[in-house]
């Protein structure tokens, strides 16, 4: 087991990059997008893994991983199960938070916006483009709620297998789908020696995305 000594040792020294102002675009979704794209080139591992922080009706904040699906002009896509806790907590009160930390680039970025829902047309499109087993654990996970046991799961699952057995894919159940998460504020964080790392804040007003640097 770790100790508190052990603990304190623990620490990486950052020393793969640097991030200057003149070196990123205008346009901060452009800019993850480079980014992004050099994940993928560095075989990240799950470079759209994120985290997604959300808030509950008593203020609680709450975070879990998600998967990053779509990325544009709209914002930040992603899918899960409307009735989960962070579908309920997005319902009432759509401001949240993701943050993606790829440690092989010593990057980090955080964005903070609004969720809305997708279109049911794009929430068809990319549920139909799922392995039949994901469609079919959609289906029968009754997300975040409590079960007596596995056995419960496995059940459902054995008898919806059944009875699509006959079909390559599913229709989309009425409770999953896709949310957009249009940002107002993303940081881009390049990690640096010494604990000095980079950190330019893009966020916007009146419709503009202005850029300054904070203090690691």
């Not at 980014?35 to 008593?58: H, R």
């Not at 879990?64 to 990325?71: D, M």
């Not at 993701?98 to 049911?120: A, H, N, T, Y």
């Amino acid at each position: 087991m770790l100790n508190k000594t052990d603990i304190t040792d623990i620490r990486t020294e950052y020393k793969m990059g640097q991030l200057h102002e003149e070196e990123v675009v205008e346009d901060p979704i452009k800019q993850f997008q480079a980014w992004f794209g050099d994940a993928i080139e560095k075989q990240v591992m799950e470079p759209n893994a994120m985290t997604l922080s959300t808030v509950s009706a008593s203020g609680c904040p709450s975070s879990r991983i998600v998967l990053l699906k779509h990325v544009g002009e709209s914002g930040f896509g992603f899918f899960t199960n409307y009735q989960s806790r962070k579908g309920l907590e997005l319902a009432g009160n759509p401001h949240a938070a993701i943050l993606f930390f790829w440690p092989e680039l010593q990057r980090q970025v955080r964005v903070v916006g609004r969720v809305v829902k997708m279109s049911p047309e794009l929430s068809d499109a990319y549920f139909v483009s799922r392995p039949k087993g994901s469609q079919l654990g959609a289906i029968v996970s009754p997300q975040s709620q409590e079960i007596a046991d596995r056995n419960v799961l496995d059940v459902a699952l054995s008898t919806l297998e059944e009875q699509y057995k006959n079909l390559d894919s599913l229709p989309r159940p009425a409770h999953w789908g896709g949310y957009w998460l249009v940002p107002h504020e993303v940081e881009f964080w390049q990690g640096r020696s010494g604990r000095l790392h980079d950190r330019l804040r893009y966020k916007k007003q009146d419709n503009e995305w202005g850029i300054t640097r904070l203090a690691p």
